[in-house]
């Protein structure tokens, strides 16, 4: 049984759409979640549908849901504010101390985090490495294990089946509640869904597109 588990990605709805689900499994046996989150989405395209946010109010909106979303998931938030789009020119050294200083206050048992150079967007490759690093400095004896998301198209080709294949439609309602909680972002990517699987059913296309939770499990040998 996990003692805490810490997610780190850089936008609010990473956690929901990526994690949401195995996070809840978590909540409901009791263990401690938090979410770091790298950053507010400020530069995010979507302004919801129709639409009620622009550039100017996106930053304060997308902050409020990141909140809502963390209150329906019961998890402790840390905004790391860092700015969106931008991760990737920190300087990797000082957001892993960064990280590593959080995961040494907390001492969780297991880390979430985005696959590095597999997970699409530069944002989330640069957190992803950053987090992994932090727990690599970290004393190997207080090493948390660390489970990263891979989402990129051809990642199972190219790093093999995933270590954890987590099935989270047992909870898919709650995953639902928790994605749609990021209004300016989901209607857009639950769109997206929908016409990959040419249905008129959101629900039904977010399931088959978000009913597994995969991750890798981080192997730290050198």
């Given at each position: 049984m996990e003692k805490h588990v810490v997610v780190i990605y850089?936008?609010?709805?990473?956690?929901?759409?990526?994690?949401?689900g195995t996070i809840a499994q978590y909540r409901k046996q009791g263990?401690?979640?938090?979410?770091?989150?790298?950053?507010?989405?400020?530069?995010?395209?979507?302004?919801?549908?129709?639409?009620?946010?622009?550039?100017e109010t996106l930053p304060d909106?997308?902050?409020?849901?990141?909140?809502?979303?963390?209150?329906?998931?019961?998890v402790e938030l840390r905004m790391l504010g860092y700015r969106d789009k931008t991760i990737?020119?920190?300087?990797?050294?000082?957001?892993?101390?960064?990280?590593?200083?959080?995961?040494?206050?907390?001492?969780?048992?297991?880390?979430?985090?985005?696959?590095?150079?597999?997970?699409v967007h530069p944002d989330h490759n640069a957190m992803g490495a950053a987090a992994i690093?932090?727990?690599?400095?970290?004393?190997?004896?207080?090493?948390?294990?660390?489970?990263?998301?891979?989402?990129?198209?051809g990642h199972v080709k190219e790093l093999?089946?995933?270590d954890i294949s987590n099935d989270?439609?047992?909870?898919?309602?709650?995953k639902m509640d928790v994605i749609l909680a990021h209004k300016s972002q989901a209607s857009g990517i639950l769109g997206q869904f929908q016409?990959?699987?040419a249905t008129e059913d959101m629900k039904e296309a977010a399931k088959k597109q978000l009913g597994k939770e995969q991750f890798y499990i981080w192997d730290f040998r050198e």
């Open positions: 850089p936008h609010p709805d990473d956690e929901s759409f990526g994690a949401s263990i401690p979640v938090t979410y770091l989150c790298g950053t507010l989405g400020e530069m995010g395209r979507n302004m919801g549908s129709p639409l009620f946010a622009n550039r909106i997308r902050k409020e849901e990141l909140i809502n979303a963390c209150a329906k998931l019961d990737e020119f920190e300087d990797r050294d000082e957001v892993s101390e960064h990280l590593k200083g959080i995961l040494e206050e907390i001492q969780p048992s297991l880390v979430l985090t985005h696959y590095p150079e597999y997970a690093e932090a727990v690599r400095l970290m004393d190997p004896e207080n090493r948390p294990k660390v489970w990263a998301q891979a989402i990129s198209n093999g089946k995933p989270v439609t047992p909870v898919f309602d709650h016409e990959n699987w």
